[in-house]
Structures are given as C-alpha cells and as structure tokens.
C-alpha cells in the first residue's frame, strides 16, 4: 500500500482509488470502499476504460450511501516534488466541494515518494534514514464556482494552484503520460536513473 494512503489513514477514515488490486490487498480495499479503476495513459477523454473510471468516481461523490470521503492523489502518480505536474481531471468532474491535502515530506537525504531508483536501493534507503516526518496541511474546503462548474478543467486547474501556493511550489506543464514515457526510457536504458532522477 502507497505510504501516502497510510499517512492519509492514520488521520481520517477514506476509501479511495487503486488500480485494480487482487488478493489480500484487493478484499482490503474492497472492505473500505475503494473504487478499482484501469490505468489509462491516454489523455483521451473519450478513451472507453478512461469514461469508466470517471464515471466510477462521479457515482461515489454523488451517491447518497454514507461512503467514507474519498480520497485522490490528482497528479496520478509520484514526482521528486519539486512542482506539481499536471492534475488528471476525473476528480473534478462532479464538480463537488473537495477539500485539498496537501502533503510534505521533511526528509534528511532519500524522499519517501519513490521515484525512480531502482526498488531494492530505495527500499535499502528508507531502512537506512532512521526518522521519515511529514506535514498534512488540510486545506480549507473548496466549493467550485459557477465558473468552475461548468468547465472542469478550470476547477482543475484552479485547485491546483491552490495547493501549490499552500506548498509554495511551482506548476510545471509535465504530465502523468510524461512520467511514464520518462520512466519507460529509464527501463529501456536510454536514460539513467542516477541522471534522471531530478529531472521530474
């Protein structure tokens, strides 16, 4: 389980989003609400598995049974953080209040959000940095606007922004598809991690 939701967890009760996991894992997020959803990599919102993700996420925010709050990393997957990328719009497109987390982590010499060093090293890391602190910054509750509400990628956008002034860090234009391309060209060795590794 991402050590995000395990912070996240240790502060409220949440169900949130996954892709698709079975076995134990799988009953586990089942048993607290989890929307299972397929990783898509096309922008393409008409994509048919990228509707129904989206459409998964807006029945739950709508849904009047008393579902735990739902919790969405926006960004769709992890960054060295020092920006934040581009938000995926499906938690937006109900176009209901949200209420902004935003997550720092204070680390001495290895960020917990792992990136693209190879597992056992990172693994190896984190054992090795004995203390591993993080701020949660809850952030005023977001109700969209007029405005907002009828162009989700404006309350996209905007909720971005938010956040990156609460975290006083910078936009940056690279998307959840540029990391995964970054990272196919690490496993294809066209570029090295040990040179890549501040580069998103």
């Known amino acids: 389980m991402d050590q995000h939701i395990v912070v996240i967890l240790s502060e409220v009760q949440v169900s949130f989003v996954t892709k698709g996991l079975s076995g134990t894992i799988g009953r586990l997020s089942r048993a607290i609400h989890c929307i299972s959803v397929a990783h898509v990599r096309d922008q393409n919102p008409n994509d048919p598995v990228r509707r129904n993700g989206t459409s998964k996420l807006m029945e739950r925010q709508v849904s009047p049974l008393p579902y735990p709050p739902l919790l969405i990393f926006p960004e769709g997957t992890t960054t060295n953080g020092s920006s934040l990328i581009r938000f995926r719009t499906g938690a937006f497109i109900a176009r209901q209040p949200i209420q902004p987390i935003v997550l720092r982590y204070k680390y001495n010499w290895v960020s917990p959000t792992w990136e693209t060093i190879p597992f056992p090293l990172y693994i190896f890391q984190m054992l090795t940095q004995l203390t591993h602190r993080i701020d949660i910054d809850f952030l005023p509750l977001y109700t969209p ?15 971005r922004k938010t956040m990156a002034d609460s975290s006083h860090l910078p936009l940056s234009e690279a998307s959840m598809d540029d990391k995964m391309a970054y990272h ?15 580069e998103l």
């Open 184 to 198: 196919r060209a690490i496993i294809d060795g066209r570029i090295s991690w040990r040179d890549a590794i501040t």
């Open 145 to 159: 606007s007029i405005e907002e509400m009828s162009d989700p990628m404006l309350y996209t956008n905007n909720i």
